[in-house]
Each structure stands twice: as structure tokens, then as C-alpha cells.
């Protein structure tokens, strides 16, 4: 069975630092893509950052990017957000997803399988 399971949200003030987890299970960790998405109340999804099968290529949004930085370990089987400087806009339930990557040691685009979330809050 399937599992990915995002941990380590809460609430903080602006300027702090927390840093998620998603530890998976059911499935060849390695031999996927992994992504970060948030979804803040009354919005749609957005991407925030993906890193490829082997962690030698990232993205991070705009919005993110100097702020936030993915990383993986494939023998735990968990990726990672740490997240710097934290803003109230910030706020929002944070997945991990899984992409299966067939195409090689690519960044995630179609994600296969996905977390429920965490929740994130950031006060000002």
C-alpha cells in the first residue's frame, strides 16, 4: 500500500523556520521524482518545489525560491522542505506527491500519487 506521510507543520511567527518531512512507503522511492505543493484556503494548488529521482536537480518556485529548499534521502525513503523566513501568505496545507519518472532523472510533472498534508500557519 501506497503511503506518504507529511509531518513536522505548526504554527509559527514570521521570520521562523520549519522544516517538513514526508516519509513514503509501497513503492521504489528512489525511481521517483518528488514535489512539494501547497493549498492555502480559497486557492487553487500551486507547485512550491520538486527534486529529481537522484536529488541532483531542483526547482523552487518564485515565490519560494531563496526562502525554501527541498531535499531528499533515498535510504530513508523521505523528502524534505526546509522552509526559512516564513511569511503569512506562507500559510496553507503543505502535500508531498510522487511522480514515477519514466522518462529518467527528471523533475516531477505528473504526479502519481500524493500525501494529505500538513498545515502550515504562519502569523504575523
Known amino acids: 500500500q501506497v503511503q506518504l506521510v507529511e509531518s513536522g507543520g505548526g504554527l509559527v511567527q514570521a521570520g521562523g523556520s520549519l522544516r517538513l518531512s514526508c516519509a513514503t512507503s509501497?513503492?521504489?522511492?528512489?525511481?521517483?521524482?518528488m514535489g512539494w505543493f501547497r493549498q492555502a484556503p480559497g486557492k487553487e494548488r500551486e507547485f512550491v518545489a520538486g527534486?529529481?529521482?537522484?536529488?541532483?536537480?531542483?526547482r523552487h518556485a518564485d515565490s519560494v525560491k531563496g526562502r525554501f529548499t527541498i531535499s531528499r534521502d533515498n535510504a530513508k525513503n523521505t523528502v524534505y522542505l526546509q522552509m526559512n523566513n516564513l511569511q503569512p501568505e506562507d500559510t496553507a496545507v503543505y502535500l508531498c506527491?510522487?511522480?514515477?519518472?519514466?522518462?529518467?532523472?527528471?523533475?516531477?510533472?505528473?504526479?502519481?500519487?500524493w500525501g494529505k498534508g500538513t498545515l502550515v500557519t504562519v502569523s504575523s
Open positions: 506527491a510522487a511522480d514515477r519518472a519514466y522518462a529518467g532523472d527528471t523533475l516531477p510533472t505528473v504526479m502519481d500519487y
Open positions: 509501497g513503492f521504489t522511492f528512489s525511481r521517483y521524482a
Open positions: 527534486i529529481s529521482r537522484s536529488g541532483g536537480s531542483t
